[in-house]
Nanobody
Framework: QVHLVESGGGLVQPGGSLRLSCLAS????VIWSLRWYRQPPGKQRE????????????EYSGAVKGRFVISTDNANNEVYLQMNNLKPEDTAKYYC??????????WGQGTQVTVSS
């Protein structure tokens, strides 16, 4: 079992920045990739960014590419999402996900990000 706890969400004005953090604990040796998903109000959940734990590969959705950066700290079992130039449409609950190589996913409880003036 892997337990994930997100932090760093909040209210920010358009154009501002936030950094989300996610701390993994438990059987972290099974983690193959780390991902951030988000679910805007009244909409479906969407994949925002992916990082392989032992590789430099990073992937982003078209909506955030160039503005968001996913990074990992394997020594401390943390994954981050640096969000820059935030827009109102980035308002969502953001979830940290750890995936095993076989595909099983562990989800955090989510952290709310609201972009509004």
């Amino acid at each position: 079992q892997v337990h994930l706890v997100e932090s760093g969400g909040g209210l920010v004005q358009p154009g501002g920045s936030l950094r989300l953090s996610c701390l993994a604990s438990g059987d972290t040796g099974v983690i193959w990739s780390l991902r951030w998903y988000r679910q805007p109000p009244g909409k479906q959940r969407e994949l925002v960014a992916t990082a392989l734990r032992n590789d430099d590969l990073r992937e982003y959705s078209g909506a955030v590419k160039g503005r968001f950066v996913i990074s990992t700290d394997n020594a401390n079992n943390e994954v981050y999402l640096q969000m820059n130039n935030l827009k109102p449409e980035d308002t969502a609950k953001y979830y940290c996900v750890a995936a095993e190589a076989a595909g099983y996913e562990y989800w955090g409880q989510g952290t709310q990000v609201t972009v509004s003036s």
